[in-house]
């Protein structure tokens, strides 16, 4: 038994292995499938509701997915002019923001001078000329990523509406792939369930994100920071991203701020009220909206993020809380994954050493 035992935790190993090979060599190939998978459960809902009234869910599916990708036409025309005219400025802000933290980086690039000397003096100098490979930068690198993403994103919206226009066929199969009525109602009892809290996360943080971009559009534009609708824009975009995001929408704030204003403590401003908006929305508003249900245990969430952010980049980073709200929810209704479950929960009132 212990040697069967050693042969099965070897088998999900090597298992868990493939699997994030797999993952990471056809991203291009997963990604939008599981945007298209995550769009029409968070519709179904509302295309069951409208089929109710007696509305033909092909219609309300189509009407639906149009709908969502004309906003994020929109909303991406909206912000092209301030985005490109950010990326045309961005060798003269350098240079400005150089200029501006020069005794900053003047103390950094002391630091890092001496510790080169002293690993030279350990290894020996090599005097072999050393030919450096340039490397994209990372706006490019970055820009190339939201560009890609937003392809996947369509291709997932054709596949939502593909999903949307089936109707209950998904439910059909589910129910005809059981044996016996117990294990039939126990799985679609698992789907609703599985469907319906997930429509609710994703209905919930889309409106809890656009708030809080409309808050730091309207502070930026307040502090008088140029573009506040961008701003705003990243905000809600970053937001997606728990803790990473609100810091790094601080710091492209505070960059910001420190070429746009003649002070420091001007500059870093804009940069302390959007950290603080995220912060109060991070501590406050989501765990009072969503319920402890839906709340995430801190830890797990920072290592999804991370995962999921080496596997499939910037994009990954986007979808790492979603595919974990996912796997959670499933893990919730499944049994044999109930202890999965509860630890990626919070805290509850049973829960003490």
Known sequence: MDELRVIKNLLFFVSALMTIAVLYVARDLFLPIMIGFLIALTLSPVVR??????????LSAVTLVLGAGLVLALGSYMISGPVAELLADVPEMGNELRRKLR???VSI????????RVEDLATGADSTPQVALQQPGLLAFAAGSIANFAVLVGVGLVLALFILSSGDL???KLVQAFPNYAEKRRAVRTARDVERQISRYFLTILMINAGLGVCIGVAMYLTGLPNPILWGVVA????????????CGAVLVAAFGVLSFD?????????AIYFSLTL???QFVTPTVLGRRLE???VAVFMTVIIWSWLWSIPGALMAVPFLVLFKVICDNVPALSVVGNFLGTRGANDTV
């Open 263 to 271: 002070t420091l403590g001007a500059g870093l401003l804009p940069a």
């Open 103 to 105: 005794g900053v980086l």
């Open 236 to 247: 809600f975009s970053l937001n997606f991203v728990p803790y990473i995001g609100a810091v």
């Open 296 to 298: 995430m245990n801190p």
């Open 280 to 282: 109060i929305e991070g």
């Open 49 to 58: 509701s409208l089929a109710r009234l007696g509305i033909p869910e092909a």
């Open 109 to 116: 690039e002391e630091i890092s001078t001496a510790s080169e």
């Open 170 to 172: 998904f439910y059909v």
